[in-house]
């Protein structure tokens, strides 16, 4: 059975740091792209970024909104999934899952990517 | 960026059929997956590439893709569809490539 399982979840002062893990259990950990999804309290979902797999080199990417604050980070020896957030801001209180990515077929410039699992999320509050 | 846009509220008697659209431009050029949240739950795939389901997903859940709206019909709606249901696409043209859509409330009355 597949499971993810996320941590390190709390409340932090605007400014300040807050590591996020995601323990992964039941597939194979290294062959997958994984995802952070969040949601602020009452909104929809937003995509804050992603780690390919071994294959495809770890590369990452992330939405306009973290980048250069946020780093996501994996150790497939762990089977576990890391999001570094630093420079918090109030807007980023939110529920943090991680998900697993699924990369189908690729065509005219188009992929098929989706989030077959996801974890219970780990709530994040920012504010002073 | 790409831009998915949803109704905010579908209300639906059960027993009847609900769809659930997500507008974007030429988004029949793309594939769409659905997400299925219920309140204090992780969202779960209800649908991907357009329409296929996961397995363990009733057939009531079907979608379909065309042009500029994608749709997600949940057929002889039962009360424990009740949730906010979201469209997904992968946009590699931008920077942000996983895009969802705003999320549309159903409620089944």
């Known amino acids: 059975e597949v499971q993810l399982v996320e941590s390190g979840g709390g409340l932090v002062q605007p400014g300040g740091s807050l590591r996020l893990s995601c323990a992964a259990s039941?597939?194979?950990?290294?062959?997958?792209?994984m995802d952070w999804v969040r949601q602020a309290p009452g909104k929809g979902l937003e995509w804050v970024g992603r780690?390919?797999?071994?294959?495809?080199?770890?590369?990452?990417e992330y939405a306009a909104s973290v980048k250069g604050r946020f780093t996501i980070s994996r150790d497939d020896s762990k089977n576990s999934l890391y999001l570094q957030m630093n420079s918090l801001k109030t807007e980023d209180t939110a529920v943090y899952y991680c998900?697993?990515?699924?990369?189908?077929?690729?065509?005219?410039?188009?992929?098929?990517?989706?989030?077959?699992?996801w974890g219970q999320g780990t709530l994040v509050t920012v504010s002073s | 960026s790409y831009v998915l846009t949803q109704p905010p509220s579908v209300s639906v008697a059960p027993g009847q059929t609900a769809r659930i659209t997500c507008g974007g431009n030429?988004?029949?050029?793309?594939?769409v997956h659905w997400y299925q949240q219920k309140p204090g739950q992780a969202p779960v795939l209800v649908v991907y590439?357009?329409?296929d389901r996961p397995s363990g997903i009733p057939e009531r859940f079907s979608g379909s893709n065309s042009g500029n709206t994608a749709t997600l019909t949940i057929s002889r709606v039962e009360a424990g569809d009740e949730a906010d249901y979201y469209c997904q696409v992968w946009d590699s043209s931008s920077d942000h490539p996983v895009v969802f859509g705003t999320g549309t409330k159903v409620t089944v009355l």
């Open positions: 590439d357009d329409s």
């Open positions: 998900a697993r990515g699924t990369l189908g077929y690729c065509s005219g410039g188009s992929c098929v990517y989706y989030f077959d699992y």
């Open positions: 039941g597939f194979t950990f290294s062959d997958h792209y």
């Open positions: 780690t390919r797999n071994k294959a495809n080199s770890y590369t990452t």
């Open positions: 030429n988004i029949g050029s793309k594939s």
